[in-house]
């Protein structure tokens, strides 16, 4: 290989700083998903291709990365192309997989089902400014309840990891219901999807162009002039249900959809957390959801999409045989939320996993001595190094540097005979203090 | 889809309780891998099929599972089949990804680069009995040093690693150098791979299947007959260092060999940490290791092969344009540590991670009255979850029994009005002691 080697377009290679900023922000989620009651779940790169097709409309499908068969598989396929060429494919979401594993499994799992799942997904999308071809998925979901009380927890999720990640948001919901209520009442509920759908784009393309959308899906003008109102609906929570009320008077659909959210609104608002804030013309694009519909945004920064999503579904599993199954889920984007805290620098200063001291090497004596302090220290729980190379002391302190170690260890023969170590903080202007090694622990584990 | 849905052969769902105990063997390997200096990277699962292809071998090749083209791509493929009908595949292991990092990143990265890496890896190998097409690596390597404090370190690391699962393990150690040493001393040092190869096998096949496999190589009788003292050696490392050193005298390789795990033997000894063995047949069958080889054996369970692996190597990068990169690494099997950690039953009763307490849920006041308490409980680190749906007690009870939680909290109308909580332990024969929330927490903190 002449040229340098790269990788394919749309991948990434994290680096160390990178990965624990990453990590932070997967733990954080994690922590959270845990202490709500959420347990883990993996299931493979891998799924039957047939798993996986139909299950993303037609544009999603040719997204799909496949896996080539191989050996005699590979030339029967060539032969009769109509075998094809791939009976396995890369998981596009954590959703599908999940409905799978659900109903694979659903003689031993314990209903309602909580499970989360952070693992990466792929896409053969054109690759461009914040879309990639592989990314992490950070999904939670109960399956097997209808309580609102899901919704109602999912809320408060949302807040404890921005909380905890010190990033003020919004939590924007709407209910499907709503949504459909609204295609009932102008008089074309069979076209809920398509005006879902065009609804979708109002924050990217603006109300014209969603109105020309629904045009051309065959959405009839009385209807669109119908769900105008929509666009002018504002103020808080109880006004615009007070309008919406009584313009969907008419739609029992709709007004469960009021109650609903009236529920979450009253229990959120009474537990004090999140900020909540209806907005009636969110509605996500997927056509699976059936009821609350979330987005959450982030107050800070200049992201203007959000951050993550999620919502009520009653039929998720029903394509693999499982009907009835009604479940609620979320969805954190971390490479969103990645970009936001970088921006508005928010990450800690100092990040769980980095090395915090450096122990400078003068040769075999003084080395396996430090190799002693070094396990003590590390048995305190601090990360710790001894640079392997017995080399200039210019060339210790620049690694200790670039890797943005903190402390450096100096133990030359002075030291090992007085049983001190000479702490020296990097970037101070200082020759460094003697101590013990118990003093040097205190100082790394206050 | 009419039949139950599955998932491709040779890979696995992890559900809750498998993850937890992988995530306490991972998190437990990457605190170490943390506390040693070692940083975090992540590389894409898709490579350039050039980055994989001819760096395992001609087995290896075959193995690796490639991503079909697309579109007009594939199209062209159709036509001209010597186009190949894959630019990209999965990643084999994380070695190879690890050196083409190095290289081209090589003026970003500050040297010694100490890296570690836990990440799934793909393989179409024959699924059976513990070989699966997808698990995880769990690797560590320090790149750009020749330094012997780095394998000294890494048995520490092994050492640590064991110690805080609570495993007794045996490390044991060889150089290539010293059997680049016997074949030179044979007389066929052109044949040191496949005589190499061919001693990896010993304890799968025995001596005289491994002797079979020479004679087919074509390593002569005399060579053999040569070798044969290797099998017989035993006792101590420096029992058997005195009787190498005079057996292999006129190798200047093995001596430098026997130099460099006096070298490690000596500082393990004065250290006091692993249990190192010497094992002069231990040979590792990858081709790329030039010093020091290591294998890790658990010394309880009925596992016989090895749980880690790793060693020294002088060209990792080399096949990418990077000269003179010499660096050592290691690698957990973490589906191994597994099943060993689960026959010993070495596994912690309570895992961090799964729920501690269960809110019963009596109805609409009272739901609401326990999310305030839930977030009293979540905010001291409490994991705890509200049972969604009011329904039955004894189904309630069923789901925290099966779910493997510990606790659970009944607040009906009761308890609201005297503002405790009842809490009952689960398997216990008790009605539960009503108490304040803080006590609760008091109970489940500690």
New interface residues.
């Given amino acids: 290989?002449?040229t340098?080697?790269?990788?394919?377009k749309g991948?990434?290679?994290?680096?160390?700083q990178e990965?624990?900023r990453r990590?932070y922000i997967f733990n954080t989620i994690e922590r959270v998903f845990?202490?709500?009651?959420y347990?883990?779940?993996?299931?493979?790169?891998?799924?039957?291709l047939?798993?996986l097709t139909g299950k993303y409309g037609e544009e999603g499908d040719?997204l799909i990365?496949?896996?080539?068969k191989?050996?005699a598989e590979?030339e029967r396929a060539?032969e009769d192309?109509s075998k094809g060429?791939?009976?396995?494919a890369?998981r596009y979401d954590l959703t599908v997989p999940f409905a799978?594993?659900v109903?694979?499994?659903q003689n031993?799992l314990?209903f309602?089902f909580?499970?989360y799942q952070i693992q990466?997904v792929?896409r053969?999308d054109r690759p461009q400014k914040g879309r990639y071809?592989?990314f992490y998925q950070c999904d939670a979901d109960?399956i097997g309840?209808?309580?609102l009380?899901?919704e109602?927890?999912l809320v408060?999720l949302f807040d404890?990891v921005f909380t905890q990640l010190g990033l003020k948001v919004v939590v924007k919901v709407n209910d499907r219901k709503v949504l459909s209520g609204i295609a009932e009442v102008c008089g074309q509920p069979e076209k809920v999807v398509d005006i879902v759908t065009a609804i979708d784009k109002l924050d990217k393309i603006g109300r014209e162009k969603v109105e020309e959308e629904m045009r051309e899906k065959g959405v009839s003008e009385s209807a669109i002039k119908g769900i105008a109102p929509l666009f002018d609906l504002n103020g808080s929570w109880d006004d615009q249900r007070a309008k919406l009320e009584q313009w969907l008077a008419s739609s029992a659909v709709a007004q469960q959809g009021l109650k609903d959210l009236s529920f979450t609104f009253g229990?959120v608002g009474?537990?004090k957390?999140a900020v909540l804030e209806f907005d009636p013309t969110l509605a996500r694009g997927l056509d699976y959801y059936t009821g609350a519909i979330f987005e959450v945004k982030a107050s800070e920064g200049t992201l203007q999409s959000s951050i993550c999503g999620g919502g009520r579904y009653d039929d998720l599993t029903g394509?693999?045989?499982l009907k009835g199954m009604s479940g609620v889920g979320i969805s954190f984007g971390a490479d969103r939320i990645y970009d936001v805290l970088l921006e508005t620098n928010k990450f800690p200063a100092e990040l769980?996993?980095?090395?915090q001291l450096?122990f400078a090497?003068f040769g075999e004596a003084e080395?396996?001595h430090c190799?002693?302090l070094l396990?003590q220290v590390?048995e305190a729980?601090?990360?710790?190094?001894?640079y392997?190379?017995a080399t200039k002391l210019p060339k210790q302190f620049?690694?200790a540097e670039?890797?943005g170690i903190p402390y450096v260890a100096i133990v030359g023969e002075s030291e090992m005979q007085q049983g001190v170590v000479t702490l020296k903080r990097m970037g101070a202007n200082e020759k460094g203090t003697a101590m013990s090694v118990e003093a040097v622990i205190g100082i790394l584990t206050t």
């Fill in positions: 290989m002449a340098k080697p790269s990788i394919p991948t990434r290679d994290f680096g160390p990965m624990l990590k845990q202490k709500y009651g347990l883990p779940l993996e299931t493979p790169a891998m799924e039957h047939e798993t040719r990365f496949k896996v080539l191989r050996g590979l060539l192309r060429f791939a009976d396995e890369l799978r594993y109903v694979q499994h031993d314990v309602p909580k499970r990466p792929w053969a071809r592989e109960v309840s209808t309580s009380l899901s109602v927890e408060q404890d229990a009474q537990l957390s394509v693999f045989g769980g996993g980095s090395t450096l090497n080395a396996m190799l002693k396990r590390r729980g601090v990360a710790a190094e001894l392997p190379d620049t690694y670039k890797k």
